[in-house]
């Protein structure tokens, strides 16, 4: 199973709408099963990792350690990660006997497979377009068995929605960041840092939301600061308003209207803390 990009796919891909009609179908008898799961490249995004860590009861850390491998998902180096498999074994850590062991929080590739999707956006328009092609891969028996269905209601089959509503977002957020050109510039590494922990290491999003100098800058009711600390499907939407307030300067969450005083502030008074520091009687702009 594999999320290879439709240009340069090996695959056999024919392009589809929603209302289009594809022949397959994929059980538990069927003579490949598990076939497609025993070779992967699977890039996962952010609701995926959400889903998976959840379900393991592991920190964003342990998570990524445990299970991701980074990797650049394009030639600025925009940070990626996928499913680690083992280095004498591509197939996925989540495969068992029986199937998938993760199939109820099984990442967006997965639920979509034998669909792949493409979004773009045209020249002129504020809104994506969805994109379908079907991949047929010669291991798949799933094409060879006798129903059809439109791909709307295969969608529904493998609940994709809140997956693509989530994905949609962040898939937004790496388009606006590769084609920023000149008048952003060309992404720095402290950038992409940001990127990743925004995207991929949601407790350290938390534990960043909820710090002294966060709330210095940003203006949150009690209310919105209450649902951060519990709901994660609520921090992950921040996080993307994050990424595009930072990373784009959008007014995407309320700034106080002190917030650069109190951040000075706050520098000159860890600065002062450090006794060796050249700059502890300076809190200039650049300290900030
Ligand atoms: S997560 Fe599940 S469905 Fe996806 S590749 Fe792994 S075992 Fe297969
Ligand atoms: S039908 Fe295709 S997707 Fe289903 S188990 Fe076989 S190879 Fe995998």
């Known amino acids: 199973m594999s999320d290879s990009p439709l240009d340069d796919s090996p695959l056999q891909t024919v392009k589809l709408s929603l209302d289009d009609t594809i ?9 490949c099963f598990n076939e497609c799961c025993k070779r992967i490249d699977i890039t996962l ?20 350690a445990q299970y991701t491998l980074p990797y650049e998902m394009d030639g ?14 591509p197939a996925c850590p989540f495969l068992s006997e029986e199937g998938c062991s993760v199939y ?9 497979y034998a669909l792949g999707l493409m979004s773009m956006r045209h020249e002129n328009s504020s809104t994506d377009e969805d994109t379908y092609f ?34 949609r977002e962040w898939r937004q957020i790496i388009l606006k960041k590769r084609s920023a050109g000149p008048t952003i510039g060309k992404p720095t590494p402290r950038s992409f840092q940001f990127f990743f922990m925004g995207s991929y290491n949601l407790d350290g999003v938390r534990d960043f939301v909820l710090s002294d100098g966060f709330s210095d800058v940003y203006d949150l009711d009690a209310a919105t600061v209450e649902q951060l600390k ?23 969450i309320p700034v106080k209207g002190d917030a650069m ?6 520098r000159r008074e860890q600065v002062k803390a450090e006794p060796d520091n050249p700059n502890k009687d300076y809190a200039g702009p650049e300290m900030v």
Do not use: W
């Open 45 to 64: 995004t952010p609701y995926d990792i959400l889903r998976l860590k959840k379900r393991f009861g592991l920190t964003s850390n342990e998570f990524l």
């Open 76 to 89: 600025d180096g925009m940070p990626g990660v996928k499913i680690k498999t083992a280095d004498d074994n």
């Open 230 to 252: 519990t709901d994660e499907v609520a921090l992950l939407k921040f996080s993307f308003k994050l990424l595009k307030q930072v990373l784009f300067g959008e007014n995407t």
């Open 104 to 112: 109820e929080d099984r990442p967006t590739v997965c639920r979509y």
């Open 261 to 266: 005083q109190k951040r000075v502030q706050r």
């Open 134 to 167: 079907l991949i047929k891969e010669d291991h798949c028996l799933g094409h060879n068995e006798p129903r059809t269905i439109t791909v709307r209601d295969y969608r529904k089959e493998q609940v994709v929605d809140q997956y693509d509503e989530m994905n």
């Open 23 to 31: 022949q397959f179908r994929c059980h538990k008898e069927i003579a």
